[in-house]
């Protein structure tokens, strides 16, 4: 599923094309993916996208009425723009739909938009499993998607003293800690193999074991890892990711020990094979000898 290198890959590509176009008409053809509509259809139609943001793995897009269309892909959903002359852009889970003639049978919320020269294109939500969501909010309402969320991993704000402390409480092992949501949102299981690989810090370990000189070093990893995913268009991997422009996310190529289960240890050799190991249900590798 699409990661937070990969959503913000996506928002950057929409922010390329979205703003200044005009909502003319919305088409749900799955209701489960837009439960607001038809009910806030007044609030949709004729208003225009003023930006395209993100929070967490959700796509904010702020319109002309201060209302706000969120965008979840979740598993397997896709956005993807089409201009006038049928150029695509976007991003999300990689099915046919890419090349394939549009709407597909994984097509569940259809947009047109209009332009200032007149011109109409069209903004197509795919989703094979059907677990994405479109929501339309404001106000309160808004800010209440948000709630349960911790900071961005990519947040300046985001400080060692808060880490430090969310992390005293608990006794999970590190690996789930940072990768969850209430207390960073962003660290997909990927990247926190690899930024904890990078600090030369066990998976394993309890949270509330890690001092501040670790913790240190492993806010500056996973922050300098994202970063650097978002620049390489996120990961490719297992078929989960590809730009609606055909090209592949290029972060696989980086990976140190994220499926590397047998091969030896990047860092201190041929005699200390990377290990998996399931942790809260999900693949986690690292190296026994040089991750304390």
């Not at 088409?27 to 489960?32: A, I």
């Not at 990247?191 to 370990?205: N, T, V």
Request: charged share 25%; with cysteine; proline share 5%.
């Amino acid at each position: 599923m699409p990661e937070l290198p990969e959503v913000e890959s996506l928002r950057r590509n929409l922010a390329k094309v979205l703003p200044g176009k005009k909502i003319i008409k919305a088409k749900v053809l799955r209701e489960k993916s837009f439960l607001d509509l038809p009910a806030k259809k007044d609030l949709l139609i004729g208003q225009t996208f003023l930006g395209i943001q993100r929070r967490a793995k959700i796509i904010d897009a702020p319109l002309s009425n201060e209302q706000h269309l969120l965008i979840h892909l979740k598993m397997t959903g896709q956005l993807i723009y089409v201009d006038p002359s049928g150029q695509r852009s976007g991003g999300g889970h990689p099915t046919a739909d890419w090349v394939n003639d549009l709407p597909s049978k994984h097509t569940r919320v259809v947009f047109d938009l209009l332009a200032e020269n007149g011109r109409v294109s069209k903004l197509f939500f795919n989703d094979m499993r059907v677990f994405g969501w479109l929501r339309l909010r404001s106000g309160k309402a808004w800010q209440a998607e948000f709630n349960n969320y911790g900071p961005d991993v990519n947040d300046p704000n985001l400080n060692l003293d808060y880490l430090m402390a969310q992390a005293s409480r608990r006794h999970i092992p590190i690996k789930q800690f940072i990768m969850t949501n209430q207390v960073i949102a962003g660290v997909g299981n990927i990247y926190a193999s690899e930024a904890l690989f990078k600090a030369k810090i066990s998976p394993l370990r309890p949270a509330k074991s890690i001092t501040q000189t670790e913790m240190k070093r492993l806010l500056a990893e996973m922050q300098a890892i994202i970063a650097w995913a978002i620049e390489l268009g996120g990961t490719t991997f297992d078929g989960h990711y590809v730009g609606a422009d055909g090209l592949e996310g290029a972060f696989q190529n980086e990976l140190q020990v994220y499926g590397k289960e047998g091969e030896p240890c990047p860092r201190c050799g041929s005699q200390h094979p990377i290990q998996r190991q399931k942790l809260a249900g999900r693949s986690t590798f690292y190296c026994l000898n040089c991750q304390h």
